[in-house]
């Protein structure tokens, strides 16, 4: 069965390292990708655009990407946004054999157990790890790396053989934008335009967004 791939965050906003990871993951396992934005993020503090506002920026980064998707099922839910509430949405509706994966920056990745209900995860999905500058998969610590022992796969194909609980490293190019660069950035009155699909750099001037506070 074909792996459907699911790319949760903030995206507050949107930058050209998420659009570059998403389509590595879409040609990598030729497969579409689905941007997921978070409601509302619990690792973090509350993001500086609406929920809404950072969706419209993901539909306006992937328009004209066709295989890139995005799904507001995390704003039309109360509460967290917890990962493990929205694989098991997931799951029910792609039943128990389909291979779902979690495309994930290793920051993020190396937080995993704080997540809530962590170990769920590896029953729920697979996840497709990206690296990013300043970390590194051995900075995992002894919680994290005894969990994902056995898991590490080298051969993307292995994840489309069974529905969850596989790792892969996603071979890229390091993607240095950040979110919080371009939120201090705007800030700051530079321009970040280099880092922004153009729609969404223009609905960020429209909205008058990140001039204030991070
Ligand atoms: P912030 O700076 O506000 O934390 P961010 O740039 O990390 O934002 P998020 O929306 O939090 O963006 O990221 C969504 C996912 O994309 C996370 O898993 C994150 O690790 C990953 N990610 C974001 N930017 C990069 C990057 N440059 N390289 C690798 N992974 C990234």
Known sequence: MRLSIYYGGTFDPVHNGHLAIAMAAQSAFSTDVILLP??????????????????????????????????????????????????????????????????????????????????????????????RPGRDVADADAVLSEACLGRWQTDPETLDQCPSGRIYLLPMALRPESATAVRNGLQTGQNMNAVLSPSVAAYIHRHGLYTSGV
């Open 38 to 131: 978070s409601a509302d993020p619990p690792h973090r503090p509350p993001a500086s655009a609406s929920a809404e506002q950072r969706a419209a920026m993901v539909d306006l980064a992937i328009a004209g990407r066709p295989g890139l998707h995005c799904d507001r099922r995390e704003l039309r839910r109360s509460g967290k946004s917890y990962s493990v509430l929205t694989l098991h949405e997931l799951r029910e509706e792609h039943g128990l054999e389909q291979p779902l994966a979690w495309l994930i920056g290793i920051d993020s990745f190396l937080g995993l157990p704080s997540w809530h209900h962590w170990r769920d995860l590896f029953g729920l999905c697979h996840f497709i790890v990206v690296r």
